[in-house]
């Protein structure tokens, strides 16, 4: 766990400080004269990073392709924002924002007097968890409603999950300090968000089917998903998991519904998929994406591929946020 408190009346140090924390970006301050000055307290609770953020001026911060999935909850005043090509969006206090990781983000104007409360979920774990309470790996994106009501149901009861954490950032006895507070609390947000936003596989979520995954067969599939582009081995995953490879492939039929190197091949088409949507098609190619990802045959590929997503890959290339226009 990382704790951070950072303030400053420089713009370039403050840059620095939500490229450390969160994103890569640019920050303009709109307010003439400038009378900036931000104040962030940040907590990282593996592989959730929680935020408490001013910056005293109207600000717009432009973060372009965040890779990780995002919520950021406004307190005092409304902010906007917009990724990709999407409208311009206005959130008022009382709803959160959720960002997809991909797709150029900015937040078009952020009042000087109003906080945000942010939260970065790293895309791993928030698929992992869909895995882990679905007893099924996400067969494609995973699609966040844009917004989520904080003022009533499980969105009211989210918020104070959220909210416990960001009391505990000004506390001098800091209880989230220790690991056995920490980590449950981590996974309620993160199950509390899948239990309340909208999303693709929320139906899922709410009525899992199907048995608990074994240890053993989420330690193969976790190192699937930590490395899709290594060359792993039925015996290599079976060592991992420290079973027999007969084991080992009985239960992947049974708990994952698919053998183990198929299901390695689902996480590698995940990975490529996600590439090709956000990459520059000027400056890479498919099989640049495809040699990354551990697909050492084109054509086959490009058939998995189609098979998976209905398209081609270099469709997929070309119209994504990178592609040609």
């Not at 099924?136 to 969105?155: F, I, K, N, Q």
Request: charged share 25%.
């Amino acid at each position: 766990m990382t704790r951070t408190s950072f303030r400053t009346d420089d713009v370039d140090r403050a840059m620095e400080a939500i490229k450390d924390a969160f994103y890569t970006n640019r920050l303009d301050v709109l307010a003439r004269p400038e009378r900036f000055g931000a104040s962030f307290e940040v907590l990282e609770l593996g592989g959730i990073t929680v935020g408490d953020l001013t910056c005293g001026a109207d600000v717009r911060v432009r973060c372009g392709e965040l890779g990780s999935y995002h919520v950021n909850i406004p307190v005092g005043d409304s902010f906007s924002w917009h990724q990709s090509s999407r409208p311009e969006m206005i959130t008022a206090p009382g709803t959160a924002a959720l960002f997809q990781p991909v797709g150029t983000t900015v937040v078009d104007r952020w009042a000087g007097h109003g906080r945000i409360v942010a939260l970065k979920i790293e895309r791993p774990l928030l698929e992992r968890r869909i895995e882990e309470l679905t007893g099924r790996a996400p067969r494609g994106p995973v699609v966040l409603d844009s917004a989520l009501d904080l003022t009533r149901g499980r969105g009211k009861a989210w918020a104070g999950l959220v909210g416990t954490l960001v009391e505990d950032l000004g506390r001098e006895a800091r209880l989230l300090e220790h690991p056995l507070v920490a980590a449950p609390l981590r996974d309620a947000v993160l199950n509390g968000l899948l239990l309340s936003a909208g999303h693709t596989y929320r139906d899922q979520v709410e009525h899992p089917v199907g048995e608990l995954r074994p240890t053993p067969v989420k330690r193969a599939m976790d190192a699937m998903r930590e490395r899709p582009e290594h060359p792993f081995t039925t015996a290599e995953l079976a060592a991992q998991a420290r079973v027999g490879v007969r084991w080992l492939q009985e239960a992947f039929a049974r708990y994952v519904g698919m053998p183990p190197m198929a299901y390695l091949r689902s996480v590698r088409l995940e990975r490529a998929h996600a590439d090709l949507l956000v990459a520059d098609s000027h400056v890479t190619t498919v099989s640049d994406i495809a040699y990354r990802w551990g697909f050492g045959h084109l054509g086959r590929f490009a058939e998995q591929y189609r098979t998976k997503y209905g398209q081609v890959p270099s469709r997929t290339l070309r119209e994504g946020v990178g592609g040609s226009p």
